[in-house]
Every structure is written in structure tokens, then in C-alpha cells.
């Protein structure tokens, strides 16, 4: 067994096998465990490179204690073979009979020189034969298994003469006069063993005989094996402290990498904000959980005339506008409670008496269990937009008031005028003349058209102010068309036009404040037969993608210039008239109807054609349902 | 025995136009110039229909119309608004008065005349 492991070098085998098993396990381990890439390519070289240091080394220690283990067995034969030429072995034949006092005296001398060195196993002397065959000579009883008795045919003297028939190449090669040692163990009726071979010289020097010294080969190889092992050993602990120190230092480094990372994106951010929080147009405040102030800008700072110090904890209030304090503070209550967003306009008023208007906007931190950590909030400077705002918001309501004022105290003399004239027109006052009668009939026309206007100012106005009721319910628009159609064919049949509709059958129905698409309707109609001389007026209904609804109003009048198209929409604008024909409009129609239409979440538009005829249209959603 | 209306309207000029239509149509008219005026002359004539501005000095159409309802003696006369805004009416007295019965200025005297004589005759 011994033997098989150190020919075929099993110990080295088992030990590379171990060291690239185990390097290979740790390589993974840090892939998987750690998301290291594992061993680099120098580090598996450097193993290999062990592995092989490994190989030789024990390979040589091996060969080194064989070499030592032979030495020691040839210097014992040496000497043995000294002491027995010196004793006269030469005169020992085969034939000398086992009572012959110097072979007794040779045969004493191997057994107390086998008793004194137990290394030794045998010690035995051959002479070779007339025919070639060699026989043993003086081989002494042996005590192989060390017990202190020689018993049994193993251990007993061999005869003189005996043929010994494991003759090998070394032994051979003794005979001859070379001293031989055979480290390849050689099994005979005794054992197995390692055998070193001295050649016996006689008085003139001729080899008479061989001396052999048998070391048993288990305690051979072992002795070898140890050497190998302890080195392997030896190599194995280097292979270990190596793998060792390499993952500890790779983990360390990635450690430190790591932290060299954290520690300059730390340094970055920490750059970036200061860059961000000084410089910022805004003024930016951090709070903790507790709604004390922590940090404030210098842009706050500048806004508030507060320093950080003075704006720490409660003190940032302060700076709050003493007639908004109480509200900031009970919606920053709220929003904090709720961990919600908190977005105020409010005033800031500073130490030194000025007020400006901020917008404060503030999100909640919130931690990983969404637990407030307090806020960040920004200032934005918004007092030029409020002043604007209010100044807008006073425009806007002298300009309501001022058209209601006036369109309201426009009725009165109207009633009067109008009245008056009626009262003089029909006669109540007396009768009157042809003339009489035609300038209070121009009169009469020209109050009803200041009515007209005035309705249509308000009405605008209504819409305009969000004011205007809407009744809203759902019907077909088709029916609504077919209703009014009569009135639409006679206002045209004045001018001698052709009124006609073409309606899509199967339209969805839609929500609308009935009169008020009615009052477009008549807008649009109107308008197309007051610019149309002749010809025809086609209304049509169709359906539009995404369930939307088209009506449309073409006319063959004059037609539109494209640079006019924009203006017409416009409330108070009348395009000025092609055939300078005053049409007595408000300039509110198509303002009106654009706005009633919008409020049905639709739109208006217009396509012309100058010269050709003009096609307004409205376009409402389909109903789906509330 | 002509139908008495009583005519309340501040705007002289207005009362004059009106208070000649209806005397042509052969109604007795009671002239006030304001709501409490009004309301004296309504207990004192007895008036068969009233026919009031909505806003008027010292007391506007309305208290009269609130005047009357709660005076039985008078609450059946039937009472019609002149307005130069329909939103002067707040929205409690405009849920119970009828469309009909409010008269934007200018006044379309012709379906004035026309309710008045509807009421008179019923």
C-alpha cells in the first residue's frame, strides 16, 4: 500500500487535488457570498506555482532521505563486510560444515551486530557457484519479528549452499566488484526488502563473495513517505496562510474601496448641497420631527432679515406676518400631523418692518417605516405676482362692476325712450304724419339694438365671470335642429336663400343647456345669412372621432380673409365689412357663443374661403353618462 | 268701477310712461315712489294688483311683496316686478315668484299689459 502511494506519487496528488479543491472553494464562495470576482489569474498562478514548489521539494526530500537511508545501510555493509573478510570468510566453501568454529564465530558476529542495530534486518553472504547460480553462505538466524525468540522456519539459520534464486541485475553487478544498493524492494521467502550488496574480497583481492544488508522496505518507504508528507505539510500550512492573507486582504480592500466610495460621494453630495443651499434662488429650511428648525440658507436668511441662529427651533416663526401667523401655524400643524405636503402663501414680515409675500412650500422625510423625520421646505419671493394679482383682481372687478353698473342704469332710460315712443307711435298721443311715423320707426330700431347690446354685454359678462346658470340635460341634437328648423327657413327665405340641413342619423345624444346651444345655433345662422347674398345655407350634424359631435353652418357669402380668422372670436370685434355695408352687429355674437360652447367642455372654429363662403362650426362631446 | 293698480317706481320718468299706458288701458293708477310709500297707499286704496319696482329707496319690491304676504287682508293681491337685474332678486324671493312676473327693463309693455289683464280677469 505504502509502496503504491509513493510510486505513483498518490500523496502529491491527493495533495494538489486538496489545494485546488480548496482554492476553487473559496474562489465561489467569494463570488456568491461576497460579489468579489474570486481569484484573479496571478493568484491561481501563484498556487499553481505552490503546487508545483510542492512537487519538487518533496520529490527531492524523498530522494534525499533515500539517499541517506542508503548511505546508512552501505556504511553497515561496508564495515560488516570489513570485520568478516578480516575474519577469513574466504576460507568459508560451500561444503564447510555447519560446526566449524569460524563459521559459528561469523554466524555470533551477525546476530550481535543485528541485535545492536535494529535497523538492520538481515545480514547474509553470497558466493557464486562453478555453474553461475549463487548460493547463500553465512546467513545467521534472524529475529525479523523482534520478539527476542527465533522460532519457525522463517527465522532460522539458512544452510550453507542454499540457492537463492531472486537474483537481481545490482547483485550481479557486486559480484563484479561495485559496491550496489537496490532500492526497489525485492519480496523473497523472507520478505520484502531494500538491499544494499558489498563485494568481499579475499587475500589477493579476488571477490570472493557478496555481503548483503537487508532493510526491511516498508520501513523504507515509510521512512520516505514521512519525509514527503512532512513537506507536503509544510507546503500545505503555506498554500493556507497564502490563501488566508489573500482573501482577507482582498476583502479588506474592498472594504476600504467601499468606504473610499461612501466617503467621496459623501464629500461630493456634501459639496453639491452647499453649492445648491447657498446659492439657490430660494430660500431652503430643514426641520426636525419635533417642527423645530434646523437649518436655514442664506437666501432665507436674506428673506427672513433673520440669522440661522435666530431662526433655530421656535424661532423662525417670528418672522411670520403677524396677521398670517396664526393660520401658517395651524395649516403647518395640520400638514405635519398628517405628514402631508404644506404649501402656504403667506407674509413674511422682518425685524425691520418689511413685508414681503412668500409662497412656502415644504415635503415631509420620511424614514423607511414612513415615519416623519421632519421636513424640507423651500421660500419663493412671490411679492411682485401678489401685487400684480390684486391689481388683476381690481381690474377685473371695476370692469364687472362697471358694465353691470352701466348696462343696469342703460335699462332705465331705455324703458322711457322706448315706452315714449310706442306711446307716440301707436297714436295715443295723437295722430301722426307719414315723416313722424318713418324717423320714430328708425328710432325704434336703433333702442332695440341698444337692448340688444346691452344684453349681450352682460350676458358676456356673466359668462365671462362664471356667473351664467347652465341647465344641463341630455338630448338628441338632430331634434333640437328639426325644432327650429322652420324659423331658420323663413329668416332665410327673406333674403331669398335656401336653407337646408343634412343630418347624420344615429348621433349620440348630448348634455347641454338647450336654449343656450339654440341661442348658438341662431348666432351661427344668422350670421351666415347676414354675409350671404345668395345661394344656400347647409346645416349638418356628424359624427367626429372620439366621440365628439360636429355642427357646422356653410354659407356661400363673401367668405373670410385668412388675416381676419383670428380676430373673430374676439369679443367687440367686427371685421371690417368687405362691401362697406354697416351690419349693425354687437361684435359679442361669436365671443358669446364661443364661450357657451366651452362651457360645454367643446370648441368653435371656422374654415373660409374668401370669395367662396364660410363654414362655422361647434364641436360638442357625446354624453356618456354621468 | 275701473281695476286699481298701484305703481311703485322711484324713476319718475318711468312711472310717467307706464302710469300712461296702463290709465289707456283703462286702469285707475295709484302712483308711489317708494316701498313705504307704497305700502300706506296699498292699505289705504286696496289696490287689485301691484305693480313694483324691485329696488326702490327706503323699501324695495320685495318688502312689499313680504308686506303683503303676511297681511291677510292683503295677501291675495297679486303683485308683479319691474328690475333692471334679474340678480337683484335674491334667490329666495326668486323661487317664489313666478318668471312671468318679473319684467326686465327695457319693459316689453306689450306683454306687460298682457299679464296685467290675465291677472285682473281671473
Known amino acids: 500500500m505504502r509502496y503504491i502511494i509513493l510510486s505513483y506519487k498518490l500523496d502529491f496528488i491527493i495533495f494538489f487535488l486538496l489545494a485546488i479543491g480548496g482554492a476553487a472553494l473559496i474562489h465561489f464562495s467569494l463570488r456568491k457570498f461576497k460579489g468579489m470576482p474570486g481569484f484573479s489569474k496571478p493568484a491561481w498562478l501563484i498556487i499553481l506555482a505552490f503546487s508545483s514548489l510542492a512537487f519538487v521539494l518533496s520529490e527531492r526530500s524523498g530522494k534525499d532521505q533515500s539517499l541517506n537511508l542508503q548511505k546508512m545501510i552501505q556504511g553497515f555493509a561496508f564495515t560488516y563486510a570489513q570485520e568478516l573478510e578480516l575474519m577469513g570468510h574466504s576460507k568459508i566453501q560451500l561444503n564447510t560444515p555447519p560446526e566449524d568454529p569460524l563459521y559459528l564465530k561469523m554466524i555470533s558476529a551477525q546476530i550481535r551486530w543485528q541485535k545492536a542495530n535494529p535497523l538492520v534486518n538481515d545480514i547474509y553472504t553470497f558466493r557464486k557457484k562453478e555453474d553461475g547460480a549463487v548460493a547463500l553462505l553465512v546467513d545467521s538466524e534472524t529475529d525479523y519479528d523482534r520478539d527476542g525468540k527465533i522460532e519457525g522456519d522463517q527465522e532460522s539459520r539458512t544452510d550453507i549452499g542454499e540457492e537463492y534464486s531472486e537474483v537481481d541485475p545490482l547483485l550481479e553487478q557486486a559480484f563484479e566488484g561495485l559496491a550496489s544498493f537496490y532500492d526497489v524492494p525485492v519480496k523473497d521467502r523472507w520478505g520484502i526488502w531494500v538491499s544494499a550488496y558489498v563485494p568481499m574480497r579475499d587475500t589477493e583481492g579476488r571477490v570472493e563473495s557478496v555481503l548483503g544488508v537487508d532493510y526491511d522496505a516498508n520501513e523504507w518507504i515509510q521512512s520516505i513517505l514521512w519525509r514527503r508528507l512532512t513537506l507536503l505539510l509544510l507546503m500545505a500550512v503555506v498554500i493556507i496562510i497564502f490563501f488566508f492573507s489573500w482573501t482577507v486582504n482582498k476583502l479588506q480592500k474592498v472594504e476600504i474601496d467601499e468606504r473610499k466610495k461612501i466617503e467621496s460621494a459623501l464629500r461630493q453630495s456634501e459639496t453639491l448641497f452647499r453649492t445648491l443651499a447657498s446659492n439657490a434662488p430660494v430660500g431652503i429650511y430643514l426641520t426636525n420631527e419635533k417642527n423645530q428648525c434646523v437649518y436655514v440658507n442664506p437666501k432665507w436668511c436674506q428673506m427672513s432679515g433673520l440669522s440661522l441662529h435666530q431662526a433655530r427651533r421656535e424661532g423662525w416663526t417670528q418672522t411670520i406676518h403677524p396677521d398670517d401667523r396664526k393660520l401658517v401655524l395651524i395649516e403647518w400643524e395640520e400638514a405635519s400631523l398628517s405628514r402631508h405636503l404644506f404649501s402656504s402663501e403667506h407674509r413674511f414680515q422682518t425685524p425691520q418692518g418689511k413685508t414681503t409675500w412668500i409662497s412656502n412650500i415644504a415635503v415631509p422625510l420620511l424614514d423607511d417605516q414612513g415615519q416623519s423625520k421632519g421636513y424640507i421646505g423651500t421660500l419663493t419671493d412671490i411679492t411682485a405676482r401678489k401685487i400684480a394679482e390684486l391689481k388683476i383682481q381690481e381690474v377685473a372687478n371695476f370692469k364687472a362692476e362697471f358694465t353691470a353698473v352701466v348696462s343696469h342704469e342703460l335699462r332705465t332710460p331705455m324703458t322711457v325712450i322706448k315706452e315714449s315712443i310706442a306711446l307716440l307711435e301707436d297714436g295715443s298721443t295723437g295722430p301722426l304724419n307719414d315723416e313722424q311715423k318713418d324717423f320714430l320707426e328708425t328710432t325704434k330700431r336703433n333702442v332695440d339694438r341698444l337692448t340688444r347690446l346691452v344684453n349681450s354685454v352682460l350676458e358676456y359678462q356673466k359668462l365671462e365671470a362664471g356667473a351664467m346658470e347652465f341647465r344641463m340635460e341630455v338630448f338628441d341634437l338632430n331634434q333640437i335642429i328639426l325644432e327650429i328648423k322652420p324659423d331658420f327657413i323663413i329668416l332665410a327665405e327673406r333674403k331669398k336663400l335656401v336653407f337646408e340641413t343634412m343630418l347624420e342619423t344615429g348621433l349620440p345624444p348630448v348634455k347641454i343647456d338647450k336654449d343656450k346651444i339654440i341661442q348658438v345655433l341662431i348666432n351661427f345662422v344668422n350670421n351666415a345669412i347676414k354675409f350671404t347674398e345668395k345661394g344656400k345655407i347647409t346645416l349638418r350634424t356628424q359624427k367626429e372621432e372620439n366621440s365628439y359631435i360636429r355642427v357646422s353652418i356653410q354659407d356661400e357669402g363673401i367668405g373670410i380673409r385668412d388675416a381676419n380668422m383670428m380676430k373673430l372670436f374676439k369679443s367687440f370685434s367686427q371685421i371690417p365689412s368687405e362691401d362697406k355695408v354697416r351690419r349693425g352687429g354687437t361684435g359679442l355674437g361669436l365671443a358669446i357663443s364661443k364661450k357657451i360652447v366651452e362651457k360645454h367642455r367643446g370648441y368653435v372654429g371656422v374654415e373660409s374661403v374668401f370669395g367662396k363662403g364660410s363654414t362655422f362650426y361647434f364641436i360638442l362631446p357625446r354624453y356618456i353618462g354621468d | ?122
Not at chain 2, 297707499?41 to 329696488?55: R, S, W
Not at chain 2, 308686506?67 to 326668486?94: D, G, V
Open chain 2, 1 to 122: 268701477m275701473p281695476k286699481k293698480i298701484l305703481l311703485a317706481e322711484d324713476e319718475p320718468d318711468i312711472l310717467k310712461v307706464v302710469r300712461y299706458r296702463l290709465i289707456k288701458k283703462g286702469y285707475e293708477v295709484i302712483s308711489a315712489a317708494n316701498g313705504k310709500e307704497a305700502i300706506t297707499l296699498i292699505e289705504e286704496h286696496m289696490p287689485d294688483l301691484i305693480l313694483a319696482d324691485v329696488k326702490m329707496p327706503l323699501m324695495g319690491g320685495i318688502e312689499i311683496l313680504k308686506f303683503i304676504k303676511e297681511n291677510a287682508n292683503l295677501k291675495h293681491i297679486p303683485i308683479l316686478f319691474i328690475t333692471a337685474s334679474s340678480e337683484l332678486l335674491k334667490q329666495e324671493s326668486r323661487d317664489q315668484l313666478l318668471n312671468e312676473d318679473v319684467f326686465l327693463k327695457p319693459i316689453e309693455m306689450e306683454k306687460l299689459t298682457t299679464r296685467i289683464q290675465e291677472l285682473l280677469t281671473s
